[in-house]
């Protein structure tokens, strides 16, 4: 008689006031849970320690309620395919695909830093600050498309600032270039930095974000020399001057 698979024990659900995963208990095998992240209605994103790797990591599995939706399981393959697309400073990395598992989830690198919404919330960004992430963004949806993939979620939420460079955490999310319009991108970048920087900016920075937001934007290596050359000239940067 072949012996049984051991099956990992599936949490219990979440109750009204308790947290799902209490802190130290076990996500799944080697994970153990240290806080909630938030997500949205299908998945939900708990930083945890990974035994094996020794060091934090976000894990994003589906909500009780979906854990057997064949619809959010897909997604998460989804997510990790276009992960496998992406290798840049700006993206986390995936550490880990199990989509397939009992409980599915996915174990993505952790960036310690504060997002855009908690930066924004102590007052408008100087305008050197915001040409530097303007020029980070801009080359990480210059990775993207050349790899095939747009509609980047460009969401203050979404963005952290690691060691002073944004880091773009659901990239994930991202869809196939052939099913979206790669200039949508670059609208939503130039929207995002006009949000971020003090009025009145300088002439420079002011040029390069009104052209993302108009109708025409130009290519993702125009943004990325349009925002290159808003940098002043002073600013502690190892972007090249000249692209």
Same mark, same amino acid.
């Given at each position: 008689?072949?012996?049984? +698979?051991?099956?990992? #024990?599936?949490?219990? @659900? ?30 939900? !994103? ?8 020794? +060091? ?12 057997? %939706? ?16 992406? #290798? ?8 880990? %695909? ?27 960004? =100087? ?35 690691? #060691? ?13 270039? !052939?099913? #979206?319009? =790669? ?38 290596? %125009?943004?990325? !020399? ?9 600013? @502690? ?7």
């Amino acid at each position: 008689m072949q012996a049984a +698979t051991a099956v990992p #024990s599936r949490p219990p @659900a979440l109750l009204p006031g308790r947290r799902r995963f209490p802190p130290g208990e076990r996500i799944c095998p080697g994970l153990l849970a240290r806080e909630p992240l938030g997500g949205d209605g299908h998945v939900e !994103r708990w930083l945890a320690w990974s035994q094996e790797l020794w +060091t934090q990591v976000v894990v994003e599995l589906p909500r009780d309620e979906h854990a057997d %939706d064949l619809r959010t399981v897909r997604r998460l393959a989804r997510e990790a395919r276009t992960l496998r697309r992406l #290798s840049h400073p700006a993206i986390p990395r995936l550490l880990d %695909d199990q989509h397939d598992h009992p409980l599915p989830h996915l174990v993505l690198e952790h960036v310690e830093g504060r997002t855009l919404d908690r930066v924004r919330a102590d007052g408008p960004l =100087p305008p050197a600050q915001v040409a530097g992430l303007g020029v980070g963004l801009a080359a990480c949806v210059r990775h993207a498309h050349a790899r095939g993939l747009a509609d980047l979620p460009l969401d203050p939420r979404g963005i952290a600032i690691r #060691s002073g460079e944004p880091v773009l955490l659901f990239a994930g999310a991202a869809r196939d270039l !052939r099913r #979206s319009d =790669p200039h949508l991108d670059l609208v939503a970048l130039g929207r995002l930095l006009h949000e971020l920087v003090a009025p009145p900016c300088p002439p420079e920075l002011d040029a390069a974000v009104t052209a993302l937001c108009g109708t025409r934007p130009g290519t993702d290596l %125009d943004a990325v !020399r349009l925002l290159v050359a808003a940098l002043p000239p002073d600013a @502690a940067t190892t972007w090249p001057r000249a692209v």
